[in-house]
Structures are given as C-alpha cells and as structure tokens.
C-alpha cells in the first residue's frame, strides 16, 4: 500500500460568484469516487472565494475541470498549476509551500527545494538533437541513452516537475511528429533558485497571477503573462 499524494495544484474559482455553493457541492460529488482528489477553501482578492484543489498530474486536473464544467454546467477558471515546494527558513524550520501566495518573505528563506522527476521518452533517431534541447532549455539533464533500432532511441533524464507541466509533452509530440513519448516518476527534490514572480495591473499585485519560477526564467515568464494579458 503506498499513499496517494496530490502531485500538482490549481486554484478553481466559478466565474460567477453567486455559483460558490454549486461548486462546492460538485467538488464534494467528484471526491466521492476520486480518493486522488483533494481540495480546500482559499480565497483571492482578484477572484474571489474559489478552492485550493490537489491533482494527481496535469491530465488529471484537466479531467476534473471538464467534468466540472459538462457534468455540473459551470462555468469556472484556474489558476496556473503549482507544484509542492518545500522550504527551510532562516530559523531552520521547514514547511512545504503549494501556493505563490503563501511563500515567505526571501529574508525569512534560507532554501528552496523543487519536486524531481525520471523521465523515459522515447523518440525517432532524426529528433533527438532537439529533444535533447527542449531538455536543457527546461533545466534538465539527460543522463542515459538507449538505441532499441536504427530508427529510435530511449533517453532516459532528470528533470523539475514544475517544467514539465503544461507544454513539455505537448512539444515532444509536435518536435517528434507524434511518434515520441513519455513516461515518468517522481524522483525526489533538490535545492534550486527559485522566486515569487508577481504581476502588477495598474500597480496593484494580483495574487492569481503570481508564479514560483527559477530565476533565470523570470524575465521571460512575466514578459510572455503580460504580453498575453495585453492581447485579452
């Protein structure tokens, strides 16, 4: 028997407010036959009261949210998808953080941690310079190489939970014309530099759109949410 731990996070909030009590209701329904899925209250001050809902990976969030919106006819948003962090104050205290949000003040830090996955993906020959590149430009490492035939490899690498969450597969397919894929598993954590990125509209912080992201990364996360922004 082992647990079944939430491995990523999102917050769901109805775009209507009135239709808080409904989603409640319908999150209560889903756990009823879904063990994996867990949620709590949490409130924004961008969207007001909405839940803090656990997901077994991102397939599975995106399945709890559809049924949601078909089986209960409502009409919700999320918020971008979070991993567990776990951090150790500058007193020596740990806790794990799930939430931008609730990540202290960078005095209060001594260090952060970041989920690690395995992955096994399996891709044609031809790909496997740019896989190799998607890899490194999502700050990961491959480690091992197998050939299975002349005309496709295994490369089996190590990667942040957090870079793989919402396009990584999605490119492997595209770079791969569908014929790669992947595979993997929780590997632990380690150390990484890693921020709270907020975004200001019109100079005030809206807490739905903060993200934890890697330093070097920052930049261009926040340029690429504002851009978006712009656009809607």
Known sequence: YQEIRPMVFSGIYPLDTSAYEKLKVSLGKLRLNDSSFVY???????????FRCGFLGLLHLEVVVERV?????????????????RIVGSDGSEREVDNPVNLPDPTEIASISEPIIRATIL?????????????MEKRGECDHTETLDETRIILECVLPLNEILVDFNDRIKSITRGYGSMDYELSGYRPATLIKLDILVNGETVDALSLIVHRDKAHAAGSELTRKLKEF
Do not use: N
């Open 69 to 85: 919106r078909r089986e209960y006819d409502l009409d919700i948003i999320c918020t971008y998808p979070s991993v567990v962090y």
């Open 123 to 135: 891709t044609p020959t031809e790909c496997i310079g740019d896989i190799l590149s998607l890899i």
């Open 40 to 50: 709590q209250t949490e409130s924004s001050a961008a969207l007001g009261f909405g």
